[in-house]
């Protein structure tokens, strides 16, 4: 893991620019232009302040950005290169301009309440070197009196810098913070846009794998039925196995139909226009002229269910049938609907064989009306036993709208 800041990683490179400015314009300051106040010998230690000021513009390449040591020994020989180019004989005009970028290092690498410390050392080691400069200086009493006048604004304005930088940066590291939260919540965004994406997908397709087995599944076992019927009757009765047969066809161009129509258009109405009630009841007669198997139905305030609602509870209701006409052996339906001011409570029964609902939890068609009920948010309930039938109850939450 790559533990310091870099020119690659630099979150501003227009700072680093500007550090570079910065120590040009020092380097321009304190070795090609002479200072005319103070001692001679100053001039001897040119190579030496411009060693230094390499150091210290090379040290802005890479910052410390993890071990607190490191960063606080960093800042510390930070500082003590600023002062040594005055020590060396440094003119001291570009001194604030040392002290700035050390600060604007600092902010860099370390958090509010530590850069406010760090000020605080700036501060003190510039006043430092200033009164250090100040003593070296070889001027008349007036001129040194009117520099001590002129030197409380010229603190007051590089503090005011400071400032300035401190506000500047913490400003533009608040900016790339949240720039960077909102790029990681876009970014997270569209991944939970894709998985919904593909959620979505899924659910469709098993949308449509139950539309096409809840509808098409019932008319192909009906249809198995009366073709079964029409081979027993065909040699003994063959008008009344001509009806089978007859009867057959008509399912056979049903469920073409049922085909066309799911893949045509998946959000046609179930219900063929008809109020739940009726198509329950209508599905039953079908179902009883077909298979011979009695049906009773009680239906009870079926007009306050919403649309969609009733179209679930349709297919579940048609979705039982076909199970029962598959596999039960049945001779009685019981269907009944019971809806309260805030449930609905759907029971489907038969007096068929029965089975062990342990042993068969993987069909389809089970596993479908298990999904239907939980887009309702309702429960499913199995009971069967073996020789004794099987009973199925739905109890999903409805809204009254009578209230």
């Not at 073409?256 to 209508?282: M, N, T, W, Y």
């Not at 076909?322 to 049945?330: E, L, R, S, V, Y």
Request: charged share 20%; hydrophobic share 45%; net charge positive.
């Amino acid at each position: 893991m790559n533990h310091l800041i870099t020119i690659k990683t630099h979150p501003f490179r227009f700072l680093l620019y500007l550090e570079w400015i910065l120590f040009g314009i020092s380097l321009i300051g304190e070795i090609l232009i002479p200072p005319p106040l103070l001692a001679v010998q100053v001039q001897q230690f040119k190579g030496l302040i411009f060693l230094v000021l390499v150091i210290l513009c090379g040290l802005g390449l890479k910052l410390p950005k993890r071990n607190s040591n490191y960063k606080l020994l960093y800042i510390l020989f930070n500082l003590f290169l600023a002062i040594l180019v005055v020590f060396l004989g440094g003119s001291g005009r570009t001194l604030p301009f040392l002290y700035l970028i050390v600060l604007i290092r600092a902010c860099l690498i370390y958090p509010p309440q530590k850069q406010v410390l760090i000020t605080v050392l700036t501060v003190l080691s510039f006043l430092f070197t200033l009164s250090y400069r100040l003593r070296q200086i070889e001027v008349r009493p007036e001129v040194r009196q009117q520099i001590q006048l002129l030197l409380p604004s010229f603190i007051l304005l590089f503090c005011l810098s400071l400032l300035f930088v401190l506000i500047l940066i913490n400003t533009l590291l608040a900016e790339r913070e949240s720039r960077s939260q909102l790029a990681i919540a876009h970014k997270k965004l569209r991944q939970y846009a894709l998985k919904i994406e593909d959620q979505a997908t899924l659910q469709e397709r098993n949308r449509i794998a139950r539309e096409i087995h809840d509808s098409l599944g019932h008319i192909l076992t009906a249809l198995n039925l009366q073709l079964e019927g029409g081979l027993k009757l065909w040699e003994t009765q063959p008008q009344k196995a001509y009806s089978f047969i007859q009867k057959a066809k008509e399912l056979g161009s049903q469920g073409l139909q049922e085909v066309r129509q799911s893949v045509s258009s998946l959000r046609r109405d179930p219900l063929g226009g008809k109020s739940l009630a009726e198509a329950i009841q209508f599905s039953l007669q079908e179902l009883e002229k077909t298979t011979g198997i009695y049906t009773n139905c009680d239906l009870k305030n079926c007009t306050f269910l919403s649309t969609e609602i009733s179209r679930v509870v349709y297919r579940l209701v048609q979705e039982a049938l076909t199970n029962i006409t598959k596999h039960a052996c049945a001779s009685q339906i019981w269907v009944s609907l019971e809806i309260e001011r805030t449930e609905a409570i759907l029971m489907i029964s038969d007096d068929g064989k029965g089975f062990e609902y342990t042993q068969n939890t993987t069909g389809f068609g089970l596993q479908g009306m298990k999904e239907r009920t939980l887009s309702l948010g309702g429960q499913f309930k199995i009971t069967s036993e073996l020789g004794k039938g099987c009973t199925i109850e739905i109890i999903f939450p409805v809204e009254d709208e009578r209230v």
